[in-house]
């Protein structure tokens, strides 16, 4: 379990990556909250991002790609809860399945919970506010493959192409790395952890910052026991590849969107 993140703080990480309000400003400030008519703060909707000129998160255009593991991991869930509960002796089968349904949705909730307590905790260590042994594991990795780079946390952008996002970590020549917290794993190969949404993810973070020539890492830590860290780097031959998709994605969500956007 991650120790030393203030409550505050936290609460605020959790707040501001919310999936429902990715937005960005044109100049790359995230605008995932709005003041509503009301006075009060409410998220960003894309009503409102049409309005005042918002473009959408990497992981906003992306969420409409869909994602097997991912999928599979919500139907275990579903099916573990569905073997643990008892089911009344007078509850209807559809009462059954809402409450299975909704103690999977927790568990969910609680291991999204823990992956933002993990990226807060590395945040952290980058940014030099706390060295926790994720961080220093990292660190040492990032020093042996790729030494003496000057390395930037949480930084965000607007890319020319009408999309933004905020990047866990990328170094001044062209290194972008994205973390990623996933269940059990001890003995797994970093390789088969991967898949192409991580890849285009990371190629859209290199082209909105007009890198042509990105490397492109993906870092898996384990929410049970965050001293097992994996790390994969893409091969440069696959960035095209990803750029070209994550781009034909990108118009597919504009039109549905019925969002218009002029490349600048």
């Excluded at 568990?107 to 940014?127: C, N, V």
């Excluded at 440069?236 to 039109?255: G, T, V």
């Amino acid at each position: 379990m991650t120790k030393g993140i203030d409550k505050t703080e936290l609460d605020k990480y959790n707040k501001f990556t919310s999936e429902s309000g990715h937005w960005y400003s044109l100049e790359g400030e995230p605008m995932y909250t709005i003041i509503g008519a009301n006075g009060k703060e409410r998220n960003t909707t894309l009503r409102d991002a049409k309005s005042i000129g918002l473009v959408p998160s990497v992981t906003t255009i992306l969420g409409m790609v869909a994602k097997p593991a991912l999928e599979n991991w919500k139907i275990t869930q579903a099916i573990k809860s569905a073997a643990t509960l008892d089911i009344g002796d007078e509850e209807s089968m559809d009462s059954f399945v809402y409450r299975c349904k909704a103690d999977a949705k927790q568990i969910g909730s609680k291991a999204a919970k823990e992956g933002t307590k993990i990226h807060a905790m590395i945040e952290k260590g980058f940014l030099g506010r706390g060295k926790s042994k994720t961080y220093k594991i990292i660190q040492a990795w990032l020093d042996e493959n790729f030494p003496n780079e000057e390395w930037i946390a949480e930084d965000s952008f607007c890319a020319n192409q009408g999309y933004g996002g905020k990047i866990d970590l990328y170094s001044k020549s062209g290194i972008f790395v994205d973390f990623k917290t996933k269940d059990n794993l001890k003995g797994k190969e970093p390789s088969k952890l991967v898949y192409d949404e991580h890849g285009m993810q990371l190629s859209a973070y290199a082209q909105g910052c007009n890198i042509t020539d990105p490397e492109r890492v993906s870092i898996f830590v384990d929410r049970a026991d965050t001293s097992i860290v994996l790390c994969h780097i893409w091969d440069k031959e696959s960035h095209e590849k990803h750029k070209e998709m994550f781009n034909s994605i990108l118009k597919y969500w504009q039109l549905v969107k019925n969002y218009e956007w002029q490349e600048v």
